[in-house]
T-cell receptor
Framework: DAGVTQSPTHLIKTRGQHVTLRCSPISGHKSVSWYQQVLGQGPQFIFQYYEKEERGRGNFPDRFSARQFPNYSSELNVNALLLGDSALYLC?????????????FGPGTRLTVT | AQKVTQAQTEISVVEKEDVTLDCVYETRDTTYYLFWYKQPPSGELVFLIRRNSFDEQNEISGRYSWNFQKSTSSFNFTITASQVVDSAVYFCALSEPPGAGSYQLTFGKGTKLSVIP
């Protein structure tokens, strides 16, 4: 079975630009979460979606937004990019629902802002 | 607020040595889940174990074992007879209890393990 897939793998953007990152969850998983991992740190929670509804949001500015589609794939959008947005963006999928299920991570998108 | 502390930033061991990675957590919840993930140089986080707060039994999986002690808020991870392939960054994480909403994971800063041949 295919794992979590993310695209693109790498991305280089200029300050002030906009970026869209994409994630496809494991088949059968209905929940997608996004995390930002700055070099040398642990991942930080950005968003979680379940059944197309936002279920949680981390401490990130409104420049960050996300959505989940009917096929459970998800997009993370970041506007007005700053140098500090350079990081590995990880997507995780889980069964969702009312239980605390394991989150399985994709390979990430490495974003560099210059 | 939840917090996970991994005090060991980097550890180096010689192959076949045993190594323990420490994890201390803080939470006000009585029900919660603890996780360990491995991040090899490729960057993808690999799930290793999930433990709920009501289950304090230690767990062993091959060369891996986990020691959960609620009294000291610790969830330590031991690799027995380490191998070069164990070299990676290991993260301990804590999640909210069922029904809390997002089940977001709060990660520690990670421990970089280098196994020297």
């Amino acid at each position: 079975d295919a794992g979590v897939t993310q695209s693109p793998t790498h991305l280089i953007k200029t300050r002030g630009q906009h970026v869209t990152l994409r994630c496809s969850p494991i088949s059968g998983h209905k929940s997608v979460s996004w995390y930002q991992q700055v070099l040398g740190q642990g991942p930080q929670f950005i968003f979680q979606y379940y059944e197309k509804e936002e279920r949680g949001r981390g401490n990130f500015p409104d420049r960050f937004s996300a959505r989940q589609f009917p096929n459970y794939s998800s997009e993370l959008n970041v506007n007005a990019l700053l140098l500090g947005d350079s990081a590995l963006y990880l997507c995780a999928s889980s069964l969702g629902g009312t239980g605390t299920y394991e989150q399985y991570f994709g390979p990430g998108t490495r974003l560099t802002v210059t | 607020a939840q917090k996970v502390t991994q005090a060991q930033t980097e550890i180096s061991v010689v192959e076949k040595e045993d190594v323990t990675l420490d994890c201390v957590y803080e939470t006000r919840d009585t029900t919660y889940y603890l996780f360990w993930y491995k991040q090899p140089p490729s960057g993808e986080l690999v799930f290793l174990i999930r433990r709920n707060s009501f289950d304090e039994q230690n767990e062993i999986s091959g060369r891996y074992s986990w020691n959960f002690q609620k009294s000291t808020s610790s969830f330590n991870f031991t690799i027995t007879a380490s191998q070069v392939v164990d070299s990676a960054v290991y993260f301990c994480a804590l999640s909210e209890p069922p029904g809390a909403g997002s089940y977001q994971l709060t990660f520690g800063k990670g421990t970089k393990l280098s196994v020297i041949p």
